[in-house]
């Protein structure tokens, strides 16, 4: 047989049955290339994380992230901060934070602003507002119980000069124009095409959506005294949202992690009349095996970095991304004390020209950069594990198998950067890791190969692990085969 490429980034796809598909991609990304190069498909690192500033390290666990007028706030534990960006007399950029007022509660906010004021609503009812200068720690005692007459509002958005907050009895409302400090009891309104749980609003092409639990229905502005939203004639959509806080604005359209009546959870997006699942089912077998509350608690965000359109969901114990250019899936874990979790990265927004992100695990805001290789300065681990190679059944050997990646990366800290390939042929369990440099510093024509790797029975999954902190680009993966025989 002649030496043949195989395919290194199909992205995330777990099988019920391993040995159809046991492929991951954890911290590394699928990037396709958009022009004839030495290949059309590669693989390149996710980003590192430097810490900026932090509020704790105990307890301090992020709840929410939003810029208004260019400037970053943060819900850290139990308070709001405002992050300070500042230039010494070297130039050099220095961050700080300063503590604006409580937020009370433990779980994630949601945030808004018109400009001028931000609104930080706690689910459940409990709405602050900062306008630059003062910070109103509860709207329902300057309203005097206004903001909650029509029930306990649940996620805020801004639209058309007004906040919009969904509530538990099935009602949304919304505030004075342009002010977050009046409400009036009698604007509200309901989605009346099908009396669900409303689980969110969300702004979407100056139209405001209402996410029901089995139902999407669209509204807009008319304008007029009182309540200004009525219902978009015939957008009535037959999938629901089911969890608030995993709606997130994409690529001219929107996504979420929702379905119908009697269906299992899934990932969507939004087409202009209706939905398209987006999630493989291996993402979908993947969310079916958590329970409700924890479909619920899933919190999405996205941001763009060279060329690529991230959307990533925070899952109970791995967080799952969507690059919105290439179409694949990829993993996201922490590395701490020898264990692989969830991804550390909370919410996050894009200010001061970098990627803010807060964190799950204490009280440090950070800022992604893909030219860094640690995650605040621990390590990043990365995997890949491809799809089955196989003849048919037939029995083959690997005489050879090379890696083509950014050789010489090393530098004075990690002089010789290494890579380590293990192998399956049951896709459960694994050969010993044989490790390989792939070039110190300079060391640009340095190869990665392994050579007589045995017999395949009847399939090999090949799997690459990676912790060093240098360029974790891969190019290709070549094998050299040989023989043909049955059994």
């Not at 220095?94 to 602003?113: C, H, Q, R, W």
């Not at 290789?373 to 995997?383: A, K």
């Not at 005489?399 to 950067?417: F, N, Q, R």
């Not at 009847?458 to 990676?466: A, E, G, N, T």
Request: glycine share 12%; with cysteine.
């Amino acid at each position: 047989m002649p030496k043949i490429q195989l395919p290194i980034a199909n992205g995330f796809y777990v099988s019920e049955s391993l040995p159809i598909s046991a492929q991951r991609c954890i911290n590394w990304y699928p990037n396709i290339v958009q022009s004839q190069g030495l290949s059309q498909e590669t693989l390149f690192g996710t980003p590192g994380i430097r810490q900026l500033v932090t509020t704790g390290v105990t307890n301090q666990k992020n709840r929410g992230i939003h810029v208004m007028a260019g400037i970053c706030y943060f819900v850290n534990g139990e308070a709001l901060y405002r992050l300070n960006r500042t230039i010494d007399g070297d130039g050099n950029e220095v961050f700080n934070y300063t503590s604006l007022g409580a937020i009370l509660g433990t779980g994630p906010v949601s945030m808004a602003d018109n400009g001028t004021q931000l609104m930080i609503l706690v689910p459940g009812g409990l709405g602050s507002i900062w306008n630059g200068t003062t910070f109103y720690p509860d709207i329902n005692t300057t309203t005097s119980g206004d903001f909650t007459a029509n029930g306990n509002p649940q996620i805020v958005v801004f639209i058309d000069g007004y906040f919009v907050c969904s509530t538990d009895s099935k009602k949304f409302i919304s505030s004075g124009i342009n002010d977050g400090l009046t409400w009036n009891p009698l604007n509200f309104g309901t989605a009346e095409a099908d009396p669900d749980i409303i689980r969110a609003p969300f702004v979407f092409s100056n139209q405001l959506f209402i996410l029901g639990s089995e139902t999407t229905q669209a509204f807009q502005n008319v304008g007029g005294s009182g309540f200004p939203f009525a219902s978009i004639q015939g957008l009535v959509i037959a999938k629901g949202l089911f969890a608030p806080f995993s709606v997130i604005p994409t690529t001219n359209s929107f996504m979420m992690v929702g379905g119908g009546v009697n269906e299992s959870p899934a990932i969507w997006i939004f087409t202009g009349n209706g939905f398209d699942k987006i999630s493989t089912t291996a993402i979908d077998n993947l969310l079916s095996g958590y329970s409700a509350e924890e479909i619920e608690g899933i919190i999405a965000v996205n941001y763009a970095d060279k060329g690529a359109y991230f959307n990533g969901f925070s899952l109970p114990d791995r967080d799952i991304y969507y690059d919105s250019i290439s179409g694949r899936w990829h993993e996201r874990l922490s590395f701490d004390d020898g264990q692989l979790s969830a991804w550390r990265v909370g919410f996050m927004a894009t200010a001061y020209g970098r990627v803010i992100v807060g964190d799950d695990t204490d009280g440090r805001i950070g800022e992604l950069d893909s030219n860094l290789y640690t995650e605040y300065g621990g390590t990043i681990y990365r995997s890949i594990t491809l799809q089955p190679l196989s003849n048919l059944d037939n029995a083959i050997f690997t005489t050879g198998l090379e890696l083509t990646m950014e050789s010489g990366s090393g530098d004075l800290v990690t002089i010789d950067p290494q890579i380590r390939m293990s192998y399956s042929d049951d896709a459960k369990t694994y050969s010993n890791e044989l490790s390989r440099s792939f070039g110190k510093i300079g060391e640009y024509f340095k190869r990665v190969v392994w050579r007589r790797l045995g017999r395949i029975p009847r399939f090999r999954v090949f799997k690459f692990v990676m912790t060093d902190p240098v360029n974790p680009a891969v190019i290709k993966l070549v094998a050299d085969l040989q023989g043909s025989s049955r059994g």
